[in-house]
């Protein structure tokens, strides 16, 4: 007699590398790590299915910390890797991890064009508005009046609003979390990655060494007081005027992710490779 023995199932410990993370103590990526995996598990997912790319700063250390593919790439590059990745291995999910200063500054003409492309990605920003890991210049999403020994008496600069620029070159869904909600995030990442085409997520996550004044955030940020909605321009409008602390998903929309076009011309990867043999 044969009994049929349900698979236990998959634990978020079981996308946890053995590499200990060398962040600061409290640094809110720690609990970015946590909602990945967690995330990971909700969507029952393996390692072996999953791609974790990333670009330059102590945000984008996550790969190294998961059990997953794991590309870390050059500063502000990760979301062209991750494209390149998702259209020739569709059957993988590709999660791409990056910060302010990686996502925002050098890497923002690839994030605009992302989301015009629509390729079925989660794209995750750890925003600490600073550069953490060259010890605390100011980013684009820095407050202008941020006094410190590198930007004395701030830069005076307007922030970029991640959120809204994202909406307007056509990201698919669009949430904001908070590092220190960790089921929450998961839950969130979860859904991105469940949403077809571009989705981008942004998680304010302390940078608790050049920013101490951050670990107020968990005072500060509340669930949005609003539902998702699918309008973008409303999504837009509410986004603009809100604090900047309203957690959830605040766009998803409908539009078809990007295939390539597959035809006659479309070449396979072991041609590409014969076309490079010596
Ligand atoms: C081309 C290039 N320019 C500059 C740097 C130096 N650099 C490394 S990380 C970083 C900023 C990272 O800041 P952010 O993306 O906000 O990440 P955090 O460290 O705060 O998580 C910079 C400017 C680099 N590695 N490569
Ligand atoms: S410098 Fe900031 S962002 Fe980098 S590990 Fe330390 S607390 Fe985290």
Redesign the pocket.
């Known amino acids: 007699m044969t009994s049929a023995v349900a698979a236990a199932p998959i634990t978020a410990q079981a996308f946890k590398s053995d590499y200990k993370p060398i962040w600061c103590p409290g640094c809110g990526?720690y609990a970015v790590l946590s909602s990945f995996t967690k995330a990971f598990a909700l969507l029952d997912l393996r390692p072996e299915n999953v791609a974790v790319v990333s670009?330059?700063?102590?945000?984008?250390r996550i790969p190294a910390y998961t059990k997953c593919y794991g590309f870390h790439g050059?500063?502000?590059r990760s979301l062209a890797a991750a494209s390149g990745l998702k259209l020739a291995r569709p059957d993988l999910t590709v999660v791409v991890a990056?910060?302010?200063?990686?996502?925002y500054?050098?890497g923002g003409n690839h994030f605009l064009h992302a989301c015009r492309r629509n390729v079925d990605l989660t794209y995750v920003v750890?925003?600490?508005h600073?550069?953490?890991?060259?010890k605390g210049?100011p980013?684009p999403t820095t407050e202008p009046d941020w006094d410190s020994k590198l930007s004395p008496g701030g830069t005076g600069l307007r922030t970029f609003h991640p959120l809204v620029i994202a909406l307007a070159a056509g990201a698919n869904f669009v949430a904001r979390a908070f590092s220190g909600d960790t089921n929450g995030t998961a839950d969130i990442i979860a859904q991105a990655v469940r949403t077809p085409g571009f989705s981008f997520v942004e998680i304010l996550?302390p940078?608790v060494t050049f920013r101490p004044e951050q670990r107020e955030w968990k005072r500060m940020v509340r669930p949005a007081p609003v539902t998702t909605t699918d309008d973008a321009a409303r999504a837009a409008r509410r986004i603009m005027t809100d604090d900047g602390f309203n957690i959830g998903v605040l766009y998803k929309g409908e539009r078809k992710p990007y295939q390539p076009s597959i035809g006659k011309g479309r070449k396979q990867v072991s041609d590409l490779e014969a076309g490079f043999t010596l």
């Open positions: 990526d670009g330059i700063g102590c945000s984008s050059v500063h502000g990056s910060g302010d200063g990686d996502g500054s050098i750890m925003d600490n600073v550069y953490g890991m060259t210049q980013s996550s940078c």
